[in-house]
């Protein structure tokens, strides 16, 4: 986001999804993420998964 | 135009308010008609309430009338206590998000209250059959004591539905945190 010169709000607006949720997502506190969803900020942020995805052992 | 569901859930809730003014009005009655029996006027326990007449009781044994009398104000009690969470599960019931932490612990402290009335109701009934077999006239007690089995397995069924909903609970709030 930081790259892309993005705030949350406009990357809300363009993803389709709430601040709300968008917020979840951030602070690592979602349970699960639709394909759909992870498809939308890839496109817009211009990245791959594995950019907004990390596997830590034990939780975040 | 409200649904049919809606209908129904309404006077449900009604009644239950009913109810459960009913039964607080029914363990009051007891309860002071057994302290006035008890300090003030023994011929107070030809008439505990609606009826009840306990007098060759507590003319047998003072002792035994009281431990009746306490199983009989009890059973009321739970019974009413379980009408107010009945009541309380009605108002914070929000029908778009159902499935909450509070819900799901209301419904459990039901079940575990049905649980007691069931034991009270069994202890209270065989406390009567061996007053009875006494020789003490009790018939006017059978209306005030439930079928210790039947709440028993009705304690059964809330208790499956309340393991359900605590499930229902986990889903949504999956569901919740799902983007």
Known sequence: MAKRKMSLNELSEKVGLTLANLSILKTGKAKAVRFSTLEAICKVLECQPGDLLEFRENGP | MKTKAQLIFTT???LFWIVFLGLCIKTGALLISFFVSLFINPQGAQNLHLGLDLFSLLAFDRWHYVSM???VIALS????????LVIRLFLQLNPRQPFNIHAAALISQISELALGAGILAILANAYAKWLLKKGIDLQSLSQYLDNGGEILFLAGIIFVIAQIFKKGVELQ???ELTV
């Open chain 2, 12 to 14: 449900v809730n009604v």
């Open chain 2, 69 to 71: 009398v306490s199983l």
């Open chain 2, 173 to 175: 709030s999956e569901n």
């Open chain 2, 77 to 84: 009690a739970v019974k009413a206590h379980m009408a107010y």
